[in-house]
């Protein structure tokens, strides 16, 4: 089992940055990747970002350029720094993991809300 904890969340501005933080704990020895994922109201759960375990990482194109995935392995912890945030940004962001075949566990979620 591996539990994650999401925060970082809230009400920005457009054009505006916000920090998610994703802490890991648990069987983390499991994780072969870590992701961040998004669901708008009335639209499907999208990738935005992940990071494997060599450190690579991909990159939604709706946010390449603008997001950034990294992590602290001695926190086991992975971040999502957004900048020039977006009104179509809006949504429930939500941290994943995933063990070389799926995606196996879920975060809560944490509500990311970008105003004009």
């Known amino acids: 089992q591996v539990q994650l904890v999401e925060s970082g969340g809230g009400l920005v501005q457009a054009g505006g940055s916000l920090r998610l933080s994703c802490a890991a704990s648990?069987?983390?020895?499991?994780?072969?990747?870590m992701g961040w994922f998004r669901q708008a109201p009335g639209k499907q759960r999208e990738l935005v970002a992940g990071?494997?375990?060599?450190?690579?990482?991909r990159y939604s194109d709706s946010v390449k350029g603008r997001f950034t995935i990294s992590r602290d392995n001695a926190k086991n912890t992975v971040y999502l720094q957004m900048n020039s945030l977006k009104l179509e940004d809006t949504a429930v962001y939500y941290c994943?993991?995933?063990?070389?075949?799926?995606?196996?566990?879920w975060g809560q979620g944490t509500q990311v809300n970008v105003s004009s």
């Open positions: 994943a993991t995933e063990n070389g075949y799926y995606w196996d566990y």
């Open positions: 648990g069987s983390i020895f499991s994780i072969n990747a």
């Open positions: 990071i494997s375990r060599d450190d690579s990482t």
